[in-house]
């Protein structure tokens, strides 16, 4: 796995839109090499914000938008349209203003849907589908992700997967239903570390001053357990981006003057 790298932006309005220009950079590259790219989308108030300023940056249009997969890292187990769901989100940020190959885009599956109300199921569901993507020059039973992006909670947790509940503790599977979140909703289905660290690129977003304290646990080598975060990892690089307030409690050493 790589080392984390750390980036910090003078406030959050600059750090979305610093991050979707580096997004459309990693996407069109792929593309050149290999002809499409994957990325993991993550929700909350920073993946969401890069999200608008993709849509709103005027490189948008060098993306090859038909040759773009669309991934999860999790979802909130709730109906289908449900404004607090992940997809939901993403589709009122950028999904639906750019033309996408609609059999590209992988939702996970939403609450009363095909599996009722049973999120491992759904999970399951969803694990099976990164299997049949993945090729056999993939590391895991998922594609290799060119860049997967998960937001950072001030708990530490990454996707959903929270301090010391069992899905951060999962080895085997890459999919879990998650039960008892801290967070509502308390149902949810998330990507394990295992199937994080498959991928080429992580990128962990965190802005606000209530984002420092879990970023400065977890670039302080703190376990996985007890701050996932730290476990996720990408196997070429592992990118977080940070606004000022974000890096307030990080040594000054970690990350280079020119990145403020």
Do not use: C
């Amino acid at each position: 796995m790589s080392a984390p790298q750390v980036v910090v932006h003078r406030d959050k309005e600059l750090m979305a839109k610093a991050a979707a220009a580096r997004l459309i950079t990693k996407i069109v590259d792929a593309q050149a090499a290999r002809g499409s790219a994957s990325v993991v989308l993550t929700g909350g108030r920073n993946g969401n914000g890069l999200l608008a300023a993709l849509a709103e940056s005027p490189a948008r249009d060098a993306v090859d938008w038909h040759r773009l997969d669309l991934w999860w890292g999790d979802e909130r187990f709730l109906p289908e349209g449900d404004p607090e769901r992940n997809h939901t989100q993403a589709r009122e940020a950028l999904l639906d203003s750019v033309p996408l190959d609609p059999a590209r885009v992988h939702p996970m599956e939403p609450a009363g849907g095909r599996f009722g109300n049973d999120a491992d199921a759904a999970a399951e569901e969803y694990a099976l589908e990164l299997a049949a993507a993945a090729g056999p020059e993939d590391h895991a039973a998922v594609p290799s992700f060119d860049v997967l992006l998960l937001g950072v909670g001030p708990d530490t947790h990454v996707a959903s997967l929270f301090p010391e509940l069992p899905g951060v503790y999962e080895q085997e599977r890459t999919v879990v239903g998650v039960h008892g979140a801290p967070k509502p909703p308390p149902t949810r289905v998330s990507l394990t570390l295992p199937a994080i660290r498959a991928a080429r690129e992580v990128w962990l977003l965190a802005a606000g001053e209530d984002k420092a304290n879990a970023a400065a646990i977890a670039l302080s080598g703190a376990g996985e357990v007890q701050a996932p975060a730290a476990g996720a990892r990408g196997r070429s690089r592992t990118l977080w981006l940070l606004d000022e307030a974000a890096a307030a409690q990080l040594p000054r050493d970690l990350y280079p003057p020119a990145s403020a």
